[in-house]
């Protein structure tokens, strides 16, 4: 009998198996953990197969950050910033897993990798939403990096198919997962400065060339490691060159989203989580020049909010480019010629009762009353603490119960807010946003902005 059984579980295909809880736990009281491999030990048929789409810069975390699962294909469109990570896939293949396979196409992969339970996207803006799409298609699990997308048609079609197809999602803003926005949340749900009625945003972005009035009209040679034509991808044909590729892009409108769209999705995570915002009732934005094809120097830009919390009314201003709020009364000064502690990028809350200064990725807000930094006592627990952003998203793959937070009915949403500050510096003028009907009723000429015409070949 003992014998039957375990040919029965044997014969189990390895995506069942990851998928069947109750399964897994009867196995492991027939078969010791022990006896499979000692204590801690995962077997292989417990891991996910994971492929990564863009593996150099940010797909570098990506990939260690899912990397306790078999990640069994690797796909750049550049091998040079590819190499490293190549490399070291080739000389350290994981555990029970054969070495990476390597691609430039994802799609030629997603082809031919039938094995795939989930991937990660990690390519510049323009691409996410591609390959998300096309991977969901196919029924993978996709976790995809920030800004969702970068149009916001884009984000409101990959948000409605995840949800309706049943993918498992994540959007690649970590902090999410952390203890300090944990501790914000619950500090102004418990009431730390009552009503909160004005939130400032800001980051040190951009630390890229920005604001360039003209392509550049030089025409070098494309490495021989770079596919350029892949790398463009949705968007219409132009000359290779350095000014765009391997970093630069985000300046570029065709490619990406700027500063805010580096840095919104993290930042402006904390009061559209906090306050339970929805979408903005309107958004205007004030800048240096906004070039036809590339984003601003800096800019500042306000939007209108009701509150999900309380109904409040809430003015949320963000700023980039170096600019930042005034610094509120009794925030200590940094010795350093005196130079007022303002995080490279964070928020500033501001209620009836008080302020709350949080850095980006800091352990803990500081609280303000009266013009003081307040010693406060830990407020009472209310959310459920992360095991960590790639692991909650693996988990959940898995068949766990917990839901990723950072998920595309999360993040979709939240993405749709950044990108409405975008529209806002490229109409030149304040914008009412009607969200069901994903326009703007008093400027139907920004509606353009909204929406992008993929080049032929490509379709969401």
């Known amino acids: 009998m003992e014998k039957e059984k375990k040919e029965d579980i044997q014969s189990l295909t390895r995506r069942k198996f990851i998928a069947d809880g109750a399964l897994i736990a009867s196995v492991f009281t027939i078969i010791p953990r022990y006896v499979m491999g000692g204590p801690g030990y995962v077997p292989p048929s417990d891991k996910l197969n994971i492929a990564c789409v863009g593996v150099g810069g940010k797909g570098r975390v990506d990939l260690d950050g899912v990397s306790t699962e078999n990640i069994i294909a690797l796909c750049d469109v550049d091998e040079v910033q590819a190499t490293k990570k190549l490399k070291q896939f080739d000389e350290n293949a994981y555990e029970a897993n054969p070495k990476a396979r390597k691609y430039k196409d994802f799609r030629v992969m997603l082809e031919k990798e039938k094995d795939i339970d989930a991937i990660t996207v990690s390519t510049p803006d323009h691409m996410h939403a591609i390959i998300t799409m096309t991977a969901m298609k196919m029924g993978k699990n996709v976790y995809t990096q920030k800004p969702l997308t970068r149009i916001i048609s884009e984000s409101r079609i990959i948000t409605n198919f995840a949800k309706k197809a049943g993918i498992v ?22 009431g730390a400065i009552g009503k909160v009625h004005e939130v400032h945003c800001w980051t040190d972005r951009p630390i890229w060339p920005q604001g360039i009035p003209n392509r550049p009209k030089d025409e070098p040679q494309v490495p021989s490691t770079l596919d350029w034509d892949l790398w463009l991808g949705i968007t219409n044909y132009r000359p290779y060159n350095p ?78 480019g170096g600019l930042k709020p005034p610094v509120p009364e009794g925030l200590k000064s940094d010795v350093n010629l005196l130079k007022p502690i303002l995080p490279w990028s964070g928020v500033l809350f501001k209620g009836e009762l008080g302020e709350i200064v949080y850095g980006h990725h800091s352990p803990k807000p500081i609280l303000l009353i009266n013009g003081k930094e307040y010693d406060y006592e830990m407020p009472k627990e209310m959310i459920p603490r992360s095991i960590g952003h ?22 979709g949403p939240l993405t749709e807010v950044v990108l409405l500050g975008n529209v806002a510096l490229r109409a030149g003028q304040k914008l009412y946003w009607d969200a069901a009907k994903m326009e703007f009723p008093n400027a139907p000429k920004a509606n353009k902005f909204l929406h992008y015409e993929y080049r032929d070949g490509w379709n969401l």
């Open 169 to 190: 999602t994540q959007m690649g803003n970590q902090g999410h997962a952390n203890e300090g926005p944990r501790i914000l949340n619950e500090l102004i749900w418990q």
């Open 243 to 320: 000014a765009y590729v391997p970093f630069a892009w985000r300046a570029w409108w065709d490619f990406g989203c700027g500063a805010l769209g580096d840095m919104g999705c993290h930042v402006m995570d904390y009061p559209f989580w906090t306050l339970k915002l929805k979408s903005p009732l309107s958004i205007e934005a004030y800048s240096t020049k906004v070039f036809e094809e590339t984003a601003p120097l800096g800019s500042v830009i306000h939007y209108d909010f009701i509150s999900g919390l309380d109904s409040t009314p809430v003015k949320l201003i963000w700023y980039d």
């Open 390 to 411: 790639y692991k909650e998203w693996i988990a959940e793959c898995k068949g766990g119960k917990q839901k990723a937070m950072s998920n595309f009915d999360y993040a």
